[in-house]
């Protein structure tokens, strides 16, 4: 992934959220009466917490994508792999 600032490679990582974020519209903290929001997918609650993320060091910018869990696709393709040993497993008994 290019950095959309400075379009450098941006290094791939895992953000832990501990305590899953918030997110609240425009950049007056507690003015406007607005609410803050649950961002989808960053909550922390029976699974591991942490989300794929980019980071660009030369202009300090990080970038995730919410709302899908890491831990489903790495758990789809765990189910998926022990899938195949159990077929694998069948194969060698005949
Ligand atoms: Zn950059």
């Excluded at 997110?23 to 989300?51: I, L």
């Amino acid at each position: 992934m290019r950095c959309p600032e400075c379009h450098a490679l941006m290094e791939e990582g895992l953000l832990p959220v501990s305590e899953g974020l918030l997110w609240s519209k425009g950049r007056v903290v507690g003015g406007g009466g607005g609410m803050a929001e649950d961002v989808p997918g960053t909550h922390a609650v029976m699974r591991p917490n942490r989300m794929a993320g980019w980071r660009c060091r030369k202009c300090h910018l990080i970038l995730f994508r919410y709302g899908e869990s890491w831990d489903t696709d790495k758990k789809a393709q765990m189910l998926a792999a022990a899938e195949n040993q159990a077929e694998e497993a069948v194969e060698e008994e005949s």
